[in-house]
């Protein structure tokens, strides 16, 4: 291989690199964006901010995908959710206790009790949790999420 297109790969091999790290920049600010409308009590707005991101990334990045089912279950958009929330899971994208949790609730208040039971069992496997464990880690995390939400719904808003 001749120097010359030994620069060349170079060049364009930082570029590429560059472009990459603008782009998780750029979705790193969104993501915390609407992470702030959310904590507003913004719900709609912050599924509009990140819907087109997941969408650009084909469901692809884990933390936005988490992001945007957050926004859905706050907003109340349960279905929307569930989709969300399986894509993560499914994927393995992520399979921290939080995010089977919300699985399971977005499926239980989508009227899915068949998936719902379906990923309470994984989750008690992945977790290693008795059912008794499990129902009440869902009980306190779906306490926390109405918390949230009737937080927000009292707070100014100051965005």
């Known amino acids: 291989m001749s120097s010359k297109r030994a620069i060349i790969i170079g060049q364009v091999l930082r570029h590429s690199r560059l472009f990459e790290t603008q782009r998780k920049v750029?979705?790193?600010s969104h993501k915390f964006h609407?992470?702030?409308?959310?904590?507003?009590?913004r719900f709609l707005e912050a599924v509009n901010e990140?819907?087109?991101?997941?969408?650009?990334?084909n469901f692809g990045y884990s933390e936005v995908n988490y992001a945007l089912g957050n926004a859905f279950m706050l907003n109340k958009d349960y279905?929307?959710?569930?989709?969300?929330?399986?894509?993560?899971v499914q994927n393995k994208q992520m399979s921290i206790p939080q995010a089977y949790a919300n699985l399971?609730?977005?499926?239980?208040?989508?009227?899915?009790e068949e998936k719902a039971n379906y990923y309470f069992d994984e989750f008690m496997k992945s977790a290693h949790l008795d059912q008794k464990s499990a129902n009440a880690y869902?009980?306190?995390?779906?306490?926390?999420?109405?918390?949230?939400?009737?937080d927000d719904l009292s707070r100014p808003k100051t965005i």
């Open 104 to 112: 399971i609730l977005a499926m239980h208040f989508s009227n899915n």
């Open 138 to 150: 869902l009980n306190n995390f779906n306490n926390f999420i109405n918390a949230q939400r009737e």
């Open 26 to 28: 750029e979705i790193t």
């Open 79 to 88: 279905a929307n959710a569930a989709k969300i929330f399986e894509i993560t």
């Open 34 to 41: 609407a992470y702030a409308l959310m904590d507003n009590g």
């Open 50 to 57: 990140l819907l087109p991101i997941a969408q650009g990334l």
